[in-house]
């Protein structure tokens, strides 16, 4: 085998390995769309806020996990809707 077959057969799994965990990393998780969403809700940014909620419902609902805390987020974002119209 060539040289360069075994240089690819190397740097190939190492770049998809990079790229995997900084997708990984950057991806937020529920709680943290949450948080974020909390925050700016007291900041008064209440369309960024209702994104937020609106993004770790479907991160809960995807996962299929946690119920309780998937409908505590669900009122909020009935409570942000009837406040923002």
């Given at each position: 085998?060539?040289s360069f077959l075994y240089l690819l057969l190397i740097v190939f799994p190492v770049i998809l390995?990079?790229?995997?965990?900084?997708?990984?990393?950057?991806?937020?998780?529920?709680?943290?769309?949450?948080?974020?969403?909390?925050?700016?809700?007291?900041?008064?940014?209440?369309?960024?806020?209702?994104?937020?909620?609106?993004?770790?419902?479907?991160?809960?609902?995807?996962?299929?996990?946690?119920?309780?805390?998937?409908?505590?987020?669900?009122?909020?974002?009935?409570?942000?809707?009837?406040?923002?119209?």
């Amino acid at each position: 085998m060539s040289s360069f077959l075994y240089l690819l057969l190397i740097v190939f799994p190492v770049i998809l390995g990079v790229l995997l965990v900084l997708f990984l990393l950057n991806k937020k998780s529920h709680t943290e769309l949450y948080s974020e969403g909390v925050r700016n809700e007291n900041d008064g940014r209440y369309n960024l806020a209702l994104h937020n909620y609106e993004d770790a419902l479907s991160e809960i609902r995807k996962h299929n996990i946690n119920n309780k805390f998937g409908e505590k987020i669900a009122q909020r974002i009935k409570i942000l809707r009837t406040t923002i119209d």
